[in-house]
């Protein structure tokens, strides 16, 4: 079982609607959860950290975290074009570990 | 202020032959990190530093080195290039390591390797 598992893709939504990217983790020592957003042939740009369960909103973007699940979410409100890429969820734990998910690619169609 | 630089932004070598990768931050951060990218393998730890002065091996450290130089400055090296450390190489640095806040990594562009 990999550490950090996120929906498989693509995902393809049109545009207006509301994407949905999951992801879950294994360690139960994890304590710090991000998303990044990665355009094709770019770097990782960080969107969203979330450090308690609950919801948490920026803008467009809510990230929700679910500790005894271990499972934390992004929703994309009033998905764009320009939200078209690949999405990565990582988890650190308390000792410092940082472990990537493999990214879900994300098309929003106008 | 340029946050995260990388160099080379694209390398292609022989197999057997020897690079070194640089990484600069100007974010006063404590923490940088090494890692590679394979198309849909995700971002793989090669090496990390806490803080200036210490190294740590990460998921996939075989084949590397590294030097935490000084607090900006964390280079990764290819002592002797082999075809299946083609990919993408990132760099990232964060303000610190194992605190619940302080965690978020910054990204460098990148550098494209390609071994032959």
């Known amino acids: 079982q990999k550490e950090v598992e996120q929906n498989s893709g693509p995902l393809s939504v049109p545009e207006g609607a509301i994407a949905s990217l999951n992801c879950t983790y294994s360690?139960?020592?994890?304590?710090?959860f991000f998303w990044y957003r990665q355009y094709s042939g770019k770097s990782p740009e960080l969107i969203m950290s979330?450090?308690?369960?609950g919801d948490k909103e920026d803008g467009r973007f809510t990230a929700q975290l679910n500790k005894a699940s271990q499972y934390v979410s992004l929703l994309i409100r009033d998905s764009q074009p320009s939200d078209s890429a690949t999405y990565l969820c990582?988890?650190?734990?308390?000792?410092?570990?940082?472990?990537f998910g493999d990214g879900t690619t994300l098309t929003v169609k106008p | 202020n340029a946050g995260v630089t990388q160099t080379p932004k694209f390398q292609v070598l022989k197999t057997g032959q020897s690079m070194t990768l640089q990484c600069a931050q100007d974010?006063?951060?404590?923490?940088m990190y090494w890692y590679r990218q394979d198309p849909g393998m995700g971002l793989r730890l090669i090496y990390y530093s806490a803080s200036e002065g210490t190294t740590d091996k990460g998921e996939v450290p075989n084949g590397y080195n590294v030097s935490r130089l000084n607090k900006r400055e964390f280079s990764l090296r290819l002592e002797s290039a082999a075809p299946s450390q083609t990919s993408v190489y990132f760099c990232a640095s964060s303000e610190t390591l194992g605190r619940i806040q302080g965690n978020e990594q910054y990204f460098g562009p990148g550098t494209r390797l390609t071994v032959t």
């Open positions: 360690d139960r020592g994890s304590q710090s």
């Open positions: 979330i450090y308690s369960n």
């Open positions: 990582a988890v650190t734990t308390n000792a410092g570990k940082s472990t």
């Open positions: 974010m006063n951060h404590n923490s």
